[in-house]
Each structure stands twice: as structure tokens, then as C-alpha cells.
């Protein structure tokens, strides 16, 4: 599916084991990457310098209280900061 977008340079789709566990994944951090190295935009490449790649709160962080209780959300300010 990626690589009929066109975004990219085609990519493999094959799958491998994910740390010893028993699921195979494509890996997708590399297409994350190469979608990333495709950005030219000055403003979007000054904030990924300096925040770098971390996403959404709830890809760095696993608690449910943390996603849901808004008396924490201030603890991740430091996540996002210039």
C-alpha cells in the first residue's frame, strides 16, 4: 500500500521477527524514515531538528492514566518543548 502512493522509493514488504517475539513485522520505521527524508518544507524540518520523531503522546507513553488524565498532560510539555 505504501508503495503505490508513490511517496517513496519502493520499499521491501517483507516481514521478520519482532525481538524473539512470535510476530513477524515489515519494520515500520523504515518507512517512516523514508517518508521523512522526502520532507523539504524549512519550518517542518526545524521542528523534527529539534523535537525529532516522537509522535503522539500515545506512542511514548503506555500508562491510561497518562492519556486521560489531564493533571498529568503538563508532565509531557517537556516532550514537545522548542
Known sequence: ???ALDLTPP???AVSPYHG???L???AGRFAE???ATINDETVCDIIDRA???GGVDQVADSVDLLTDA???TR???LYKE
Do not use: S
Open 1 to 3: 500500500m505504501h508503495n
Open 11 to 13: 520499499l521491501g514488504a
Open 21 to 23: 517475539r512470535p510476530y
Open 25 to 27: 513485522t515489515p519494520y
Open 34 to 36: 523514508a517518508l521523512v
Open 52 to 54: 525529532g520523531l516522537i
Open 71 to 73: 493533571r498529568l498532560f
Open 76 to 78: 509531557l510539555r517537556t
